[in-house]
């Protein structure tokens, strides 16, 4: 079964860090590109950041700088470091994997919460 588990949510103060994990199961995360997204109550659903499989990074310019997007393929595991959290980054943090070629994304976790006090 093809499952992406998030974690490494929490409660933070303003301007500390938090590392997101995304570990994949029953699939090689390797071969696709691995976006993270966010929701915040009442708000859309936003995409932050992607990985791709030759590992071309992007990011929504509201994380660029503060966050970074990598991938450890001996665990099939993709990672969200984020410095200088602020409370505007408060969301459940959710990732998905997706083809390189698709912009649709086929399999999603369940989400991890990140709350950011000020």
């Known amino acids: 079964q093809l499952q992406l588990v998030e974690s490494g949510g929490g409660l933070v103060q303003s301007g500390t860090s938090l590392r997101l994990s995304c570990a994949a199961h029953?699939?090689?995360?390797?071969?696709?590109?691995i976006g993270w997204f966010r929701q915040a109550p009442g708000k859309e659903r936003e995409g932050i950041s992607y990985i791709t499989s030759s590992n071309y990074t992007y990011y929504k310019d509201s994380v660029k700088g503060r966050f970074t997007i990598s991938r450890d393929n001996a665990k099939n595991t993709v990672y969200l470091q984020m410095k200088s959290l602020q409370p505007e980054d408060t969301a459940r943090y959710l990732c998905?994997?997706?083809?390189?070629?698709?912009?649709?994304?086929?399999?999603w976790g369940q989400g991890t919460q990140v709350i950011v006090s000020s």
């Open positions: 998905a994997a997706r083809y390189d070629d698709s912009s649709w994304y086929s399999h």
């Open positions: 029953g699939f090689t995360a390797a071969d696709y590109t």
